[in-house]
């Protein structure tokens, strides 16, 4: 079964770092895109970013270049999302989500992270 | 990149059809048919209804179906379920990068 599981809940404070994960299982993690998205608390769907685990191309939505970085460590199958300073504005629920590159199918997706970020 | 422009809501009794538009410009829903559809429940992850436009996945109901006409896409529901209550929302390719939509909060009657 093809799966991505992200690691737990986050409470930092403000400019504090933090680096959340996405492990994937039940396929070749190197032939796939890994995609991160973003949903602060009532608000939609947001694109941040995406890396192929391969070559570690990257790829930042330009809303999120600068603010966050993503990368990945294939020996472990695992992906991440890593802040060097969160503001408040950063509290949201994270997830990830597998990519093929010649669909334009995010598939499956992980379980999220929710990231609190509070004084 | 501007988010892809969906209506708020729309509502429909049981086994009606309802259909949510996507639109966006010639630079990513218009220029590509890499559209993808995704349905949230509250408290859950995103699931993939349709991707490359029109294209169902395995498990996923023949209601559900996509089309795309110029800068606008749209994901149809054809006999509406209570279980189709949901948030659903469209990405589409956009050159190197992806957006997605607003969202659209569908309600069964």
């Known amino acids: 079964e093809v799966q991505l599981v992200q690691s737990g809940a986050e409470v930092k404070k403000p400019g504090e770092s933090l680096k959340i994960s996405c492990k994937g299982s039940g396929y070749s993690f190197t032939s796939y895109w890994i995609g991160w998205v973003r949903q602060m608390p009532g608000k939609g769907l947001e694109w941040m970013g995406i890396i192929y685990p391969g070559d570690s191309d990257t790829r930042y939505s330009p809303s999120f270049q600068g603010q966050v970085t993503i990368s990945a460590d294939k020996s472990i199958s695992t992906a991440y999302l890593q802040w060097s300073s969160l503001k408040a504005s950063d509290t949201a629920m994270y997830y990830c989500?597998?990519?093929?590159?010649?669909?334009?199918?995010?598939?499956?997706w992980g379980q999220g992270t929710l990231v609190t970020v509070s004084s | 990149q501007s988010a892809l422009t969906q209506p708020r809501s729309v509502s429909g009794s049981p086994g009606q059809s309802v259909t949510i538009s996507c639109t966006g410009t010639s630079s990513d829903v218009g220029g590509y048919n890499y559209v993808s559809w995704y349905q949230q429940h509250p408290g859950k992850a995103p699931k993939l209804m349709i991707y490359d436009v029109s294209k169902r996945p395995s498990g996923v109901p023949d209601r559900f179906s996509g089309s795309k006409s110029g800068n606008t896409a749209s994901l149809t529901i054809s006999g509406l379920q209570a279980e189709d209550e949901a948030d659903y929302y469209c990405c589409s390719y956009a050159g190197s990068l992806y957006v997605f939509g607003t969202g659209t909060k569908v309600t069964v009657l």
């Open positions: 989500a597998r990519h093929r590159a010649d669909t334009a199918m995010f598939d499956p």
